[in-house]
């Protein structure tokens, strides 16, 4: 059994749990009223982190064809360098990589997640670059190189400037000041990057 089948299990087991409780202590018609109103209320949300979304989805659609990504990515050049020495620096790796940290910092991973999935393609193919190369630092088929490691850590920390679907749901629920959340979620945010890099690079120490 995967990791989706026990959690698809134990959601349907839970759901099933409070049903059956709720019949059980008279409260049926309590249960059917709430799960009308969560639906309602997954309705209204849904469409406000749609507009939220698409709002700063279109800005960084424009911020692409004006060039802007493209230069971030370029100005990022040193960074990705050090997050991934192993990898070529004209990699197409790097650009997919680049580009989906810049998302993610903007709180965008709707639009960052094309990327993501792209950077993550493109590292296998280096690594099955590598195994037809006979390289000896390279990885078993199926199994996850560094470069897919250290991303997938970062992409978990994800530093944000703005995120936007905590704002969404706050703003949604009636926050008097839901942009309120932006100082500490970049503390909070900046701080678990900073572990996330530190980790990979002693990970990578050890394996060298």
Same mark, same amino acid.
């Given at each position: ?26 409260? *049926? ?25 698409? *709002? ?48 993610n910092v903007f ?51 994800s530093l944000q ?22 100082g500490p979620a ?23």
């Open positions: 059994m995967n990791a989706g089948e026990s959690m698809n299990r134990l959601w349907s087991g839970m759901l099933l749990l409070g049903i059956a409780y709720g019949a059980f202590c008279g409260k *049926l018609p309590e249960v059917t009223d709430g799960a009308l109103r969560a639906s309602k209320e997954a309705v209204v949300l849904a469409i406000s982190l749609l507009g939220v979304t698409g *709002l700063w989805s279109g800005l960084m659609e424009i911020a692409r064809k004006a060039g802007m990504i493209d230069s971030l990515v370029k100005k990022m050049g040193p960074v990705m360098r050090f997050l991934f020495p192993k990898v070529p620096s004209d990699h197409p790796a790097i650009q997919s990589a680049a580009t989906n940290m810049i998302c709180g965008l991973g709707a639009a960052a997640t094309p990327p993501g999935l792209l950077a993550m393609e493109q590292f296998e193919e280096l690594e099955e670059e590598r195994r037809k190369n006979k390289n000896p630092a390279a990885v078993p088929k199926g199994t996850a190189n560094r470069e897919m490691c250290t991303f997938l850590i970062l992409n978990i920390s400037l703005i995120p936007v679907n905590v704002i969404a749901y706050r703003s949604q629920y009636g926050s008097v000041h839901p942009t309120a959340i932006v970049l503390a909070a945010t900046a701080a678990s990057t900073v572990a996330a890099v530190l980790f990979c690079k002693c990970m990578e120490k050890c394996k060298s």
